[in-house]
Structure formats: structure tokens, C-alpha cells
T-cell receptor, first 114, second 113 residues
Framework: AQSVAQPEDQVNVAEGNPLTVKCTYS??????LFWYVQYPNRGLQFLLK??????LVKGSYGFEAEFNKSQTSFHLKKPSALVSDSALYFC????????????FGSGTRLSIRP | ETGVTQTPRHLVMGMTNKKSLKCEQH?????MYWYKQSAKKPLELMFV???????ENNSVPSRFSPECPNSSHLFLHLHTLQPEDSALYLC????????????FGEGSRLTVL
């Protein structure tokens, strides 16, 4: 069955330190991979995507993600965290079989302490 | 400022009420979606419309009735809801139903008393 997993419900990082939010997936075929961020009482905002090409993808607000095909992972990273990065982060994967499907992970709450 | 606008942002209704959620996208996209977001649960895809035609209906109770009169507008009609239907309802759009990222509205927070 197709699935997306975010193994950590919460990630806590000190401001200025690097951060990683993990995502692994299991889909057939070639996936399209996405990261979204959600601030309190707001909708989801698109951060970045991987379709094909370079495994390191750069996105909004200084975030980047690395596609690793052998490990079926797409971890979100940032070299230096800001307090304003505190939010809920969702990984999503889209794939195509007889029709296009997209599923979201359960979300990881990122908390950056000053 | 997103290209997807949802109204109302907050709605409180009794179980016997009829209300509607509205979504409008200004991005020229061809696909629109309704998602339900409940606390501590994954995002649940409810409906997908492509070029005003419903292409997916994920076993959603009939008390939720979608309507897509054109490619820019999407409604979710609500009737005789249950308290467990209280959630954040998110509308999204994408260029088409097969590729690309979703663009989300701010959501409509629904409380059913």
C-alpha cells in the first residue's frame, strides 16, 4: 500500500542550530514529493517539491530537502533555525497509476527555542 | 495572500442546520479539492474535481455534498452534521489533477454543536 511516514510527532531545536524533519515514503513508480508548512489557524503553504533531477531541492524561507531514492526518504532541512520556523510541517507524495493520487504524512510539529 | 479564498473562516452550526462552505481560486487552475483536518489525524481527502467534474469521492457521508459550478468555485454543502464533523475544512487547487503542488486556502473552522 502507498504510504508516507513522518516518524517524529515533534522536533525541538535551538535557534541557530540546523534542523531536520524526516519523511519516508512507499509508493510504486516515480513519486513527486512535496513539503508544506502550516502556521496556527492557517492553511498549508507550499515549501518545495522534487519532481526529477538534482536530489537536493531548495525552497522557500531557506529550507531545502534531499531526495534519497535508495532510502525512499525526503528529509526537510535548514542550516540555521529561526524561532519563526516553529510550525507544523507536512510531507506529501503524489504518484500516478491509473489516476493521480496524493497523500500527506501525519505532520511534524517543529519548535524552535530562542 | 494565497490565490485560494475560503469563506466563512469560522462557522458554528447546530446538527439540524444547513450551511455551505465556499472556496474560490484565482490561479486559473483546473482541479480543486476538499480536505478535512481534525486534531491529531492525518489530512483526509474528501473530494476532487477536475474541470468541474467530480473525479474522486473518498467514502464521505452524504451529509457532505460538494458542488463545483465552474473551475474557479467549489462549495461544500453541509446538512445534519454530527459533532465529530467539527474540524478545519481546507480547500485546495492545482494546475491539473495529475501533477503539481496543491495551493491551499486558509480553511474554514467548523464547530458542530
Amino acid at each position: 500500500a502507498q504510504s508516507v511516514a513522518q516518524p517524529e510527532d515533534q522536533v525541538n531545536v535551538a535557534e541557530g542550530n540546523p534542523l531536520t524533519v524526516k519523511c519516508t515514503y512507499s509508493v510504486s513508480g516515480n513519486p513527486y514529493l512535496f513539503w508544506y508548512v502550516q502556521y496556527p489557524n492557517r492553511g498549508l503553504q507550499f515549501l518545495l517539491k522534487y519532481i526529477t533531477g538534482d536530489n537536493l531541492v531548495k525552497g522557500s524561507y531557506g529550507f531545502e530537502a534531499e531526495f534519497n531514492k535508495s532510502q525512499t526518504s525526503f528529509h526537510l532541512k535548514k542550516p540555521s533555525a529561526l524561532v519563526s520556523d516553529s510550525a507544523l510541517y507536512f510531507c506529501a507524495v503524489r504518484w500516478y497509476s491509473s489516476a493521480s493520487k496524493i497523500i500527506f504524512g501525519s505532520g511534524t510539529r517543529l519548535s524552535i527555542r530562542p | 495572500e494565497t490565490g485560494v479564498t475560503q469563506t466563512p473562516r469560522h462557522l458554528v452550526m447546530g446538527m439540524t442546520n444547513k450551511k455551505s462552505l465556499k472556496c474560490e481560486q484565482h490561479l486559473g487552475h483546473n482541479a480543486m479539492y476538499w480536505y478535512k483536518q481534525s486534531a491529531k489525524k492525518p489530512l483526509e481527502l474528501m473530494f476532487v474535481y477536475s474541470l468541474e467534474e467530480r473525479v474522486e469521492n473518498n467514502s464521505v457521508p452524504s451529509r457532505f455534498s460538494p458542488e463545483c459550478p465552474n473551475s474557479s468555485h467549489l462549495f461544500l454543502h453541509l446538512h445534519t452534521l454530527q459533532p465529530e464533523d467539527s474540524a478545519l475544512y481546507l480547500c485546495a487547487s492545482s494546475q491539473d489533477q495529475n501533477t503539481g503542488e496543491l495551493f491551499f486556502g486558509e480553511g474554514s473552522r467548523l464547530t458542530v454543536l
